[in-house]
């Protein structure tokens, strides 16, 4: 396989530091040739570290490297503008979440993107972790039968939430309701140095074409696991057959099921391989009474803790786009329809609870508010690629 140059543009981020450990153990896939932030030392000092050319600005990256690939880690409100500056550089591209903050500068990423021929996944890796890999291949063994609903409760939200509720899922998204509020917190400065006065909390509804629906409790501090929030979250995939709790199938034997059809839990194995001194995942299995599911995993000869695979994972997705002219796994299609169904839980809180139908065919209050305060903020409109790229983007 050939090996692909890719730069790293935000490193000062937190994304960016887990995208460069990740790059750095895919020796045979990448080549890192540049890290590129604004604030210049933190551009040079990941540079010596990882032994690549240090920028500080866009135009210069493109200017002086030859680049297959540039994933982006800056925050969400500049995906758009550097996104789009580099498709027209013909550079292929991975984009930390969410693809962008509204869905016209998402539709300018991927129009962008399919003018100049350029790939675009999203770093969306919540799926990819190895407990949900195998979870996905219980539910599609029918080990629980046809899913009917998903509780997420005290999780990450927001467009991470839904891609896993659309996931689980398996239909479409047909109509959302959301319930939010705000109220006040000390203030604080979470575990990613972001400031935070107030909660904003939310509940989403979810339903699905096929009958499915799903429901998800979702905070700013939830996310942070701030002030004790966040620390006991509850998932569960209720099924025709049986339900996963956790990481517990439940499976009813079939002569139990006319007296009390109690479930009985079973929880898979892991089994792991050592790599250069890495313990390594080699696969999840399930045994049960009447089939065995199992998940291998595809990187278990890369030195890659489990906690790195996802990353490792969707930096592969690009990688493999480009050299065999695929659509990478995730994409932006999915990445854009994620955020549609974060913004109308938002949206129908603020329409007092009112239920939005998809797909959203009008600019909603919610994003018309963030390209106004973007404006007021920069001094540009936020379909300004040229101004956007010459801009600092604070994290908080």
Same mark, same amino acid.
């Given at each position: 396989m050939s090996k692909l140059n890719i730069a790293l543009i935000g490193a000062g981020r937190r994304g960016g530091g887990?995208?460069?450990?990740?790059?750095?153990?895919?020796?045979?896939?990448?080549?890192? =040739?540049?890290?590129?932030?604004?604030?210049?030392?933190?551009?040079?000092?990941?540079?010596?570290?990882?032994?690549?050319?240090?920028?500080?600005?866009?135009?210069?990256?493109?200017?002086?490297?030859?680049?297959?690939?540039?994933?982006?880690?800056?925050?969400?409100?500049? &995906?758009?503008?550097?996104?789009?500056?580099?498709?027209?550089?013909?550079?292929?591209?991975?984009?930390?979440?969410?693809?962008?903050?509204?869905?016209?500068?998402?539709?300018?990423?991927i129009q962008s993107a399919k003018a100049n021929n350029v790939k675009l996944e999203v770093a969306e890796n919540y799926y990819r972790a190895p407990r949900e890999r195998f979870l996905t291949e219980v539910i599609n063994a029918g080990v629980i039968g046809d899913v009917a609903r998903i509780y997420?409760?005290? &999780?990450?939200?927001?467009?991470?939430?839904?891609?896993?509720?659309?996931?689980?899922?398996?239909?479409?998204?047909?109509?959302?309701l959301g319930i939010t509020q705000s109220t006040p917190i000390i203030p604080i400065?979470?575990?990613?140095?972001?400031? &935070?006065?107030?909660?904003?909390?939310?509940?989403?509804?979810?339903?699905?074409?096929?009958?499915a629906t799903a429901l998800m409790v979702y905070s700013n501090v939830i996310h942070a696991r701030s002030l004790g929030r966040g620390q006991n979250g509850i998932s569960q995939i209720d099924g025709s057959k049986g339900t996963i709790v956790g990481e517990d199938i439940y499976?009813?034997?079939?002569?139990?099921?006319?007296?009390?059809?109690?479930?009985?839990?079973?929880?898979?194995?892991?089994?792991? =391989?050592? =790599?250069?001194?890495?313990?390594v995942i080699d696969k999840i299995e399930l045994e049960l009474p009447e089939q065995t599911v199992t998940w291998e995993n595809p990187l278990k000869n890369y030195p890659v803790a489990e906690r790195q695979i996802a990353i490792a994972d969707e930096l592969l997705s690009i990688a493999n786009a480009v050299l065999n002219?695929?659509?990478?796994?995730?994409?932006?299609?999915?990445?854009?329809?994620?955020?549609e169904m974060n913004i109308a839980m938002s949206e129908s809180g603020k329409r007092s609870r009112e239920t939005l139908l998809f797909p959203i065919t009008e600019l909603t209050d919610t994003e018309r508010g963030t390209h106004e305060k973007y404006e007021k903020q920069y001094g540009h409109p936020i379909e300004d690629v040229e101004a956007g790229i010459d801009t600092f983007f604070p994290r908080h």
């Open positions: 887990t995208h460069l450990s990740a790059i750095a153990k895919l020796k045979d896939v990448y080549n890192l =040739v540049a890290i590129c932030d604004m604030e210049e030392e933190t551009a040079t000092r990941f540079a010596e570290k990882y032994g690549a050319n240090a920028y500080t600005n866009v135009r210069d990256l493109v200017k002086h490297e030859k680049l297959d690939v540039v994933d982006i880690t800056v925050p969400g409100i500049a &995906h758009q503008a550097i996104a789009c500056f580099m498709a027209d550089a013909g550079v292929h591209i991975i984009c930390e979440t969410p693809i962008a903050l509204t869905l016209p500068t998402a539709d300018m990423m997420r409760i005290f &999780h990450e939200g927001g467009y991470h939430g839904m891609s896993m509720l659309r996931l689980r899922a398996g239909g479409e998204p047909k109509s959302a400065i979470d575990g990613m140095k972001r400031n &935070h006065t107030n909660e904003r909390w939310s509940l989403g509804f979810i339903e699905f074409d096929n009958n499976v009813t034997p079939a002569a139990d099921l006319q007296s009390g059809a109690k479930g009985i839990p079973h929880r898979a194995k892991r089994t792991t =391989v050592d =790599v250069n001194g890495v313990d002219d695929t659509e990478p796994e995730y994409g932006a299609a999915r990445a854009r329809q994620d955020q």
